[in-house]
């Protein structure tokens, strides 16, 4: 950047000293020593890379954007019963046919979700999920959303299809007791 | 001679029945007469009167329930003694129909199509009565009153509750 | 009708005077949505959906409802219209609710579909919504009130269509409702209910998803299924049904059965039966491994290997030490053309015994003898067709019951008569429901038949009505049979002929000379060019005699002459109510799908795909021929063909003699290169199959390629040598007139093996008791005390 830097620099100044400017020289060279003087303060600076694996902390150094789109996580409504209906929607968006769904009729004593239908399976092949986020955007009840897990490689392809059980967040504490009892023993 | 035989309803329906049936050019034209001559007899259309009704004029209970359904004024459960109608339509409202209509739940104690406990009132709002000219209008089965305030309704509850009512059975 | 000429949307259209407007832009591709409308059944005029300009009418008129006229000039599409239709939608989703993700309708939703296209997602209305709970009505129909849009296509279906009438409208205004015919008064547990055919014919007519199927409900969506167009097992009328399939860990599992593409001769009627009752192929106590009796008595799952090579060696050393007439075999009358050809070929040929019946439910031989050579007045053939039915102007009904034992026949036939305005002529000893349609009724003494047919000689009002009839259909109900239904026929010279069977391929199984007295299309077995042939392909020469039928075989198996029995599909224990013990000294091999009556007697039990889960082709009750298609698949079970097959291999036979397939087999007198001849010659071989599977023909490379046998009945079958491929394999139907001329006469004096299978329009037969669904129906009919219909007068 240097070289090319001086000879602009040159050149800029010859056509100066057509127009007769001869303060544009040390404008140049006052430029360079600015840049060159940022190159050299950053060079003394201490390295600031992620500590993944060494941090601290759960995700032990990773640090993510919020939008970052990791594992897929199933999400459950105020009353800890399972948001997903069963709808095929993210099934029909995947563009990599990687979800399966099977579909169930909740029952007056056995209630998973809160509409009629709950998915009795629902598999995420991570084989082949490209993380694209459109299941995201094609969930109508907001059921499914890219949570920020990212250590999915494994040497074991069979371990890379996510059941339900895999995908689905736990039962948030502070709910009414009645209704986190239900939920675990539904669970 | 009744074409039915054991018929729910007294001789004299039973033998008006028999006549209805067949002065129609359609037999199931004499399906909404029935059902109102069977609710003046009954007190209610009955499900007894119904199948009695679709076997009269060969329909299928189902068409019978379909056209008594339809009419407000037909009505499957049993009613009190004497069946307050208060009218809420346009002439009636401005003219102090839902005063009237709060007047009568208050000294009743019931609401829009409920019985008081001794059985003698039932209450119920309806639409145009037909007497717009003398709003507001009141309607007792088939009596009717107009011109009425809460002072005067109370009147003629008193009436009735003392079986001086015109209408009584 | 003379034809006029009009003007849609700047196109010059031409139609028959009295068109529908609706129908007449739907042939010239331009489609006007409605939701009341639908083909067949009476105008509604509720929805106004189906608004278009008309000019120099002052409104927007109803396209449904508007009968195309000379000159007129209709706009279909503009700003106005659109806003109108949108104003309609907003109207109809006012308390319509959004639970399009859980709606069994969601994705094949005409409201969803019309929504989308109009863009009226956002509503003025924005009180709350009036919810109502589910109704069940019977195990088959539910109804969601906020999701009904009263288009009164239920109402309508089961009026005119059904002619059940069990669903009506009730209240008024917004507040009307579909009901159904029992009143939560008069019903046990107080819920409104259904007293009716449970055929579930509304749920199709529905356009959204207020009536839901009992079977289908929240399983899956509609896209995720693959679709497959086969036949019904149940009865012998021939319906295509499209199945609905999904893969699950077991193969793949059928969860839903229609007909909206309105194929087949059945357009989009199923019954009860050919709607829900698929499910008994996911019984659990389907048999999914092959089981062998061991010494100890107990039958037990084996290999297949050991139990086919137990089987066939054991067959094969009875046939040597004891005879070939000492084996019987007995078809199935649900298997396919293919297999019951090859069932009798592999009687014949490899056993070498005419040993062959299987259970008969109506007289199809009676009928192919009395019918041979003769003609109707303009010389067509004498045998009636599903479509005869659907289109005679007339039409005989002489005994039996379409109602409950046919349905789509008496479909057919109130169709005729409410669209064409068909005469129907009842003869029953019943009053049957058909009844209601007929123009005239002749009761009958109970076997009192044939006297029936003599008074059709003498000169009453139903006898001089009926022979003034041109063209006469007369279906026969399986009353009739042997020498009345001879003299029936010969007392109507000049009407087509067709006989109710029970169950998909009762015909077939008989054209497929599934019969111990005849060989495949009715041929004789002395001297037909068939009888050489199989003399020549067989290890010993077909025998001239005829063989043992079905009680006859009994009957030696109590004698102690029976050594050896092969059941294919069929449980003749129970159905002719045969003792158990008459089998204690046979050797059986039972090919089914459940631990039957007679299974429960074998020595080897090979479980058998049904006719759901294999290819091949179905002759209906009218000879009409139809394709069946591989739809659902069980892990563990194989299909009848196939076993047959392999059963003959470890027999011993030359499987090649049995099956004609692979290279250098072609078929003498078949034109087509089916692919056999190719070999490996690489591009030339490609090409080929390019052409082959787009002609939805496939190279008959495997013994177990039911095509190969396909091609020999159509080579060796009278009949069904007129068979043109292409037509079967789009799967259309066609029908089959069996043997032309030829056909031998058919000894006098044999025993009458006609049993009717009696079932109704909730059983079919030994598979009622593995299906869920029908138990259930037959309880909740059961639990309706009093009868909702009107009855027959």
């Known amino acids: 950047m240097g070289y090319f830097g001086l000879r602009s620099a040159v050149k800029i100044s010859q056509r100066a000293s057509y127009t007769g400017d001869h303060m544009s020289i040390i404008k140049n060279v006052t430029a360079i020593a600015k840049g060159m003087g940022i190159t050299l303060r950053e060079g003394f600076q201490p390295t600031e890379v992620e500590n993944y694996p060494d941090g601290k902390g759960p995700l032990r150094g990773a640090r993510l954007e919020q939008r970052f789109r990791g594992k897929h996580e199933l999400q459950r409504d105020e009353n800890g019963l399972e948001k997903c209906v069963a709808c095929f929607l993210c099934a029909a968006a995947c563009p990599s046919n990687c979800i399966y769904i099977e579909a169930a009729e909740n029952t007056e004593t056995v209630r998973i979700s809160s509409a009629e239908r709950y998915a009795k399976v629902y598999n995420i092949d991570y084989n082949r999920c490209i993380f694209c986020g459109y299941c995201v955007e094609a969930c109508p009840t907001d059921a499914i959303t890219h949570g920020h897990g990212f250590e999915l490689a494994s040497l074991n392809a069979t371990s890379m299809v996510m059941r339900k059980e895999d995908l689905l967040v736990s039962i948030k504490t502070g709910l009414p007791d009645a209704n986190k009892v239900h939920a675990e023993a539904v669970s | 001679m009744s074409t039915i035989p054991n018929s729910i309803f007294t001789p004299a329906t039973a033998a008006r029945f028999d006549k209805l049936a067949t002065i129609y050019p359609v037999k199931r034209s004499a399906l909404v007469p029935m059902l109102l001559y069977a609710q003046d007899d009954l007190g209610y259309v009955s499900d007894a009167a119904i199948s009695e009704i679709a076997k009269r004029l060969d329909l299928l209970e189902l068409d019978v329930r379909n056209v008594l359904s339809y009419y407000s004024m037909l009505r499957t459960a049993p009613v009190g003694k004497y069946n307050v109608q208060v009218c809420t339509n346009i002439s009636c409202m401005l003219r102090g129909g839902f005063e009237l209509l709060d007047h009568c739940k208050k000294t009743l104690h019931i609401g829009h199509k409920e019985t008081t406990a001794d059985g003698m009132f039932s209450l119920e709002e309806v639409e145009c009565i037909g007497a717009c000219c003398w709003a507001p209008a009141v309607q007792v089965n088939y009596d009717f009153h107009e011109d009425l305030t809460p002072a005067k309704m109370d009147a003629v509850l008193a009436d009735y509750r003392e079986g001086r009512g015109k209408d009584v059975k | ?793």
């Open chain 3, 1 to 793: 009708m003379p034809d006029v000429n009009f003007i849609v949307d700047g196109k010059k259209l031409t139609a028959p005077a009295g068109t529908l407007l609706i129908d007449a832009c739907k042939s010239a591709g331009i489609e006007i949505p409605a939701f009341c409308y639908y083909p067949g059944l009476s105008l509604q005029a509720a929805c106004r959906m189906c608004v278009v300009r008309i000019e120099k009418a002052p409104k927007l008129g109803t396209a449904c409802t508007t009968t195309v006229a000379e000159g007129m000039n209709v706009t279909t599409e503009s700003p106005e219209i659109a806003q109108a239709r949108k104003a309609t939608l907003q109207l109809l989703l006012g308390n319509h609710p959004l639970d399009c993700p859980v709606c069994d309708a969601g994705g094949e939703c005409e409201l969803q579909d019309m929504t989308f296209k109009y863009g009226a997602a956002d509503s003025f209305y924005a009180e709350p919504k009036n919810h109502r709970e589910e109704q069940k009505w019977s195990p088959v129909v539910y109804f969601d009130r906020p999701r009904c849009i009263l288009c009164y296509r239920c109402v309508r279906m089961c009026g005119e269509g059904m002619d059940i009438f069990a669903l009506g409208v009730q209240n008024r205004g917004s507040s009307s409702i579909i009901a159904p015919n029992v009143a939560p008064s008069e019903s046990p547990d107080h819920m409104a209910a259904l007293d009716c055919e449970q055929c579930g014919m509304c749920i199709d007519a529905c356009p959204v998803g207020a009536l839901t199927s009992g079977t289908y409900r929240y399983k899956t969506r509609p896209w995720e299924m693959n679709h497959v167009a086969t036949v019904c097992t149940h009865c012998g009328d021939g319906c295509k049904t499209t199945l609905g399939v999904r893969s699950v860990n077991e193969g793949s599992e059928i969860v839903r059965g229609d007909n909206r593409d309105k194929s087949g001769m059945n357009g989009d009627f199923l019954c009860n039966k050919g709607r829900y009752a698929f499910d008994f192929a996911n019984n659990i106590e389907r048999l999914s491994s092959p089981l062998v009796r061991q010494s100890d008595g107990k039958l037990k799952p084996v290999s297949w290997e050991e139990a086919l090579t137990f089987a066939g060696k054991k067959l094969r050393e009875l046939r040597d030490a004891k005879g070939a007439n000492s084996i019987g075999v007995i078809g199935s009358n649900r298997t396919t053309n293919e297999e019951s050809y090859l069932l009798q070929k592999f009687a014949r040929t490899v056993i070498g015994t005419n040993n062959i019946d299987h259970h008969r439910t109506a007289d199809f031989v009676t009928l192919a003898t009395a019918l041979q050579g003769t003609t109707t007045a303009d010389g067509k053939p004498r045998f009636a067709s599903q479509r005869c039915v659907e289109k005679s102007p007339a039409i005989l009904l002489i005994g039996g019951d379409p109602t409950n034992e046919a349905p789509l026949t008496a479909w057919n036939i109130r169709t005729n008569v409410r669209l064409n305005k068909a005469r129907l002529y009842v003869a029953n000893h019943q009053d049957i429901k058909l009844k209601r349609q007929a123009k005239a009724f002749a009761p009958v003494a109970e076997f009192g038949y044939a006297a029936f047919i003599d008074s059709l000689a003498s000169a009453n009002d139903f006898s001089t009505a009926v022979k003034a009839e041109e063209k006469l259909v007369v279906v026969v109900g399986n009353e009739l049979r042997g020498g009345e239904l001879a003299k029936l026929i010969a007392a109507l010279p000049h009407a087509k002929f067709a006989l109710l069977a029970d169950y998909a391929n009762s015909r077939g199984a008989s054209d497929m000379g599934v019969l111990p007295d005849v060989l495949p299309g009715y041929q004789s077995l002395k001297g037909s060019t068939l009888a050489s042939e199989y003399g020549a392909a067989g290890q010993s020469q077909v025998a001239d005699a005829p063989g043992l039928d079905l009680l006859g075989m009994f009957d030696a198996a109590s004698a102690g002459h029976l050594s050896a029995l092969y059941v294919v599909g069929s449980n003749p224990i129970k159905r002719f109510g045969i003792d158990a013990s008459a089998l204690k000294n046979t050797f059986v091999i039972v090919q089914d799908m459940f631990l039957t009556e007679t299974a429960v007697l074998a020595d080897v039990v090979f479980p058998a795909a049904n006719l759901y889960e294999k290819a091949g082709s179905v002759t209906n009750s009218y000879g009409d021929l139809q394709l069946v298609a591989k739809a659902a698949d069980k892990a563990g079970v194989r299909s009848d063909f196939e076993l047959i097959v392999r059963l003959a291999d470890k027999f011993g036979h030359d499987v090649k003699t049995l099956v004609p397939f692979g290279k250098g087999l072609r078929a003498a007198g078949m034109s087509g290169d089916m692919g056999q001849t190719r070999g490996a010659q690489s591009g030339e071989a490609d090409r080929h199959s390019v052409w082959l599977t787009a002609n939805n023909l496939e190279p008959k490379l495997s013994p177990f390629d039911p095509f190969a046998i396909l091609d020999e009945i159509q080579r060796v079958v009278p009949g069904y040598d007129k068979l043109l491929r292409l037509q079967l394999l789009s799967g259309n139907d066609q029908h089959i007139a069996p043997a032309a001329s030829g056909l031998v006469q058919i000894q006098t004096g044999r025993k009458d093996l006609v049993l009717p299978a009696a079932d109704t329009l909730f059983t079919s037969g030994s598979l009622t008791r593995f299906s869920p669904m029908l138990q259930d129906v037959q309880r909740h009919q059961a639990s309706e005390h009093t009868d909702h219909l009107a009855s027959a007068d």
